[in-house]
């Protein structure tokens, strides 16, 4: 079992940026593919970005493209989603996800976490 944490989220004017990250609670043994999913109110969650357990592959939404950067850190299994750019239309609860494989499917993720919220206002 993978209890992930995600932190970063906040208020922040249309335009700004944030920086989202994630790690696991506990020491990991095994690489991850990491994604980022995100669900606004009254919607369903939707996928953001994703990045493959060596780091060398990553995908994205069309809506954040060009805007969000998602990337791995250092310590096993961490990942960041650098958002810029930022429009009201991103306000959600972004959720970070760790799985076999690095895709836009979330039934592909095996351990989520609790969410962030993030709040973009015009």
């Known amino acids: 079992q993978v209890h992930l944490v995600e932190s970063g989220g906040g208020l922040v004017q249309a335009g700004g940026s944030l920086r989202l990250s994630c790690a696991p609670s506990?020491?990991?043994?095994?690489?991850?593919?990491m994604g980022w999913f995100r669900q606004a109110a009254g919607k369903e969650r939707d996928f953001v970005a994703a990045?493959?357990?060596?780091?060398?592959?990553?995908y994205y939404s069309e809506s954040v493209k060009g805007r969000f950067a998602i990337s791995r850190g250092n310590a096993k299994n961490t990942v960041y989603l650098q958002m810029n750019f930022l429009r009201p239309e991103d306000t959600a609860v972004y959720y970070c996800?760790?799985?076999?494989?690095?895709?836009?499917?979330?039934?592909?993720?095996?351990?989520w976490g609790q969410g962030t919220q993030v709040t973009v206002f015009a």
């Open positions: 506990e020491r990991t043994d095994v690489d991850y593919a």
């Open positions: 996800a760790a799985g076999a494989w690095g895709t836009r499917r979330q039934d592909q993720y095996d351990y």
């Open positions: 990045i493959t357990w060596s780091g060398l592959n990553s």
